[in-house]
């Protein structure tokens, strides 16, 4: 098993180069304009920069990022990327990590709760909800919560002066989150709950709790967590409107600003870093999926994937 | 009968569910009894009330069950009348079920070893963790199981359906209960695993004193096992009796057309076996007369029109049938 | 099938959202020519108007009607979210219907490359798309609709494998059915009400993808008003007139109550037939 998450850590960093390559020939094949210095450095001397292949820009690339964390040239500011990204993905990250939390705190116990009251107006009100919710623009959520709790409650400032104020966009990027998460929960309970196996633990006696929290809920926690790359990716989403809406300076309106200005070099950076988290949550989603499943322990062999639906 | 005999009575059980078409009547009748160190078996096909009717005991139904009437006398308590927390301390303890197919009878992300110390220490908090831990082992070995100590490490998925299914009777008579109900636990098992289970519940049942509820549709099985026998039809009770009188003296047109369905290894091949016409009856919309009525071969006006009602015949053996007079046999 | 359709029609929620969806699109593949501005037409005199009887909703930053900007907005909001989202669905019902039915190698790849689809945000995936491929080509449509694919293969491959562990396809194959025919008559009759369900959830995906595009400014471009553009535009005036910004994401968020309420009365009406597969 240590094994296992060894090599699936090791193979986190050629995981990210592969992307960059997929990036950097698409680039190449597709963008139609000069593809001989896309991305720019410091120490880049004036007419020599242009007699790199593309092999050789994506390695210059890899090496700059993985040994160095150059990530080149801000191109509209002619200053190093490097510092700025990092700082920009503190932020992102800061937002989207307490938002997965928080999901989960919310998603949770909503599933479990509409589960257990299946068939009853809690179970569809909250069906109702999550559905809603799940499919909703963040930008509109935002902009309700805004409306009342800023402008009408006076309990927050837009603008975000307070610590206080980041409740508005977490609450923001949490809810959508929260509602898939809630979704899925529903229903792998509900699936639970129907299994023979929560009829025989209440045969012998089992109090309620322990049905439903030790056993059931450990069950429905697969599906829960084997979302857990989707939830991610939704919250990084979410917080490129979420950045753009409480204006944050962070990745999200990085990439909006790259794409504005035609900056390939900081995309490149944006697209680099969101790679690299997103193959990061791949192995945590494993990791879930273990904690949950301990039989899966002995079954762990490289290369096989744990999340198929069919493997109950 | 002596009355301190008996362990459990069930009378007048009545079960039904809500559907979407209207309610599904389970069990209109349900009438039997367990006596003290006895085995008792109910018969019947599928859609017969059954297992129903078990589950009902133990406030087992699922979603959209309900009992609307009877008594089910338990040690001097009605069963149907308490509540979800004294069923509660009730199950497992005093009345222990198996179920059909043993392998998703288990939670499968719980190794067996803290699923057996889990339903011991939830009925006797106090027993230490490793305490229950070697209980549950020894528990394992009167199921004969050889190798314990490995058995309780694993999960679920890897063992067979019959170790799983001793497992699950281990997990049943883990706290020592006076009645355990089984619910079809051969049925799902290959034919010599089935043989197995059944003499290990003969074993137990001989070395304890236990009293098993023993719910099939195989009259082959209940014939090896069982000291009474109740044949349920449509939610109704059709005949019930000392597991002789049932085999020998079949009184119910229904338990005679069953008794002439099993092959048997005597039979010179000269009469063919004897298949049941007709569909089982719907149980939405049940008929006004005797539910076997419509299938029935010696149906007759009296049948369509009323429900027979039970008749005593003598030494604990009874039917309800228009053809059954007192005292005999239907004249057919 | 004509049973779950009568079915349909006798829920009223499900009607009532029908008919709002269809009057919104009625609205705007009419209104534009009907309208008395155009959408780009500056009215310096008239900036900043509070909603009266010449302008429903108002005016904005330069006097141009909101209501017939919502209306050639909701052309191109409701045409992309209808195009990517029916295209997500042809796509994902393919690859849902080949790797179930297939099996083995091409089952275990083609979930590999979902999970892998899926694990890209999807809003990055139609940026990325609209940059390499040259913006304002309408480009960030393939991404839309490649981030719509996985959900659906993945409902559709679960119900093949369902519907093709069964003992009727067993039977038929037993008869002598060849593959094409057990997928025409056992899983595409199947799995098609599955799928009708699914398509409203994702062309409600779809358009939010795409009025997120437009809000952050990627995909259409100005004069040529999207809602989520719309909405944005309104949004530097949130204090003051907050409608220009609340119309926008009012009629989205109505827009995708009605698609969902669509699909639940779908599937209600599939579930009264008995016909669905799953849940």
Known sequence: MLGYFCKRILLIIPTVMAVILLVFVLMASLMG?????????EDDVPGQAGQLSLLEQYGKYCYRVFARRDFGLNDSYNSPLDEDLLKRTAVTLKMTGIGVFATYLIGLPLGVFAACRRGRWQDSLITSLTTFFSALPSFCLALGLVLFFALRLRWVHVTLQDPADYVIPLATLSVIGAANVAKVTRAGMAEVLDKPFVLSLRSLGLSRSSVIFRHALKNALIPAFSIFNTVFANLICGSVVVERFFNLRGLGTCIIGAVGSRATTSLMGCVTIVALIMSVCGVVTDLLFVLVNPSLRRTLSFGSSLRRGDRR | MAGNDVLLEVKGL????GTPRGAVKAVSDGSFSVRRGEVTGIVGESGSGKSVSAYAVLGLLAPGGRVEAGTALFGGRDLLALGEKELRSIRGSEISMVFQDPMTALD???????????????????????EAW??????????GIRDPGDVMRRYPDSLSGGMCQRVMIAAALLCDPQLLIADEPTTALDVTIQEEILSLIQRLKEERGMSVLFITHDLGVVARLCDRVTVMYGGFVMESGSAPQIYEEAAHPYTKALLSAIPRLDDKGEEPLAALEGEPIDPIDLPRGCVFAPRCPYCFE?????RPRTLDLGGGHSAACHLVKKGGRADV | MKRSVRAFFHDPVAVGALAVLLAIILFCAIYPFAAPYAYWEVNTAERHQMPSAAHPFGTDYMGRDLLVR???????TLSVAFLTGLIAAAAGTVAGIACGYAGGLVDSVGMRVMDAISSVPGLLLAIVFDYLLGMGHGNFLFGIAIAGIPPFARIVRAAVLEIGGSSYVAASRALGAGPLYIIKEHVIHNVM?????????????ALTTCTILGYIGVGISPPRPEWGLLFDMGRKQLRSMPHLSLIPALTITLCIICLYLVGNGIRDSLSAEGGAHGR
């Open chain 1, 33 to 41: 304009t000069d593809t001989s210095r896309m991305i720019r450095y």
């Open chain 2, 14 to 17: 009545k079960v039904s569910f």
């Open chain 2, 108 to 130: 499968p992300l719980f190794t067996v070893g803290s699923f057996l110390t889990e339903v011991l220490r939830s009925h006797s908090p106090k027993t230490g963790r490793k």
């Open chain 2, 134 to 143: 070697e209980k549950s082992a020894k528990m394992l070995s009167v199921m």
């Open chain 2, 302 to 306: 009296d049948c369509l029109r009323t």
């Open chain 3, 70 to 76: 919502m209306a050639w907005g909701g052309r191109v």
């Open chain 3, 193 to 205: 009400p599955l799928a009708a369900v699914q398509a409203t959830t994702s062309v409600a995906d």
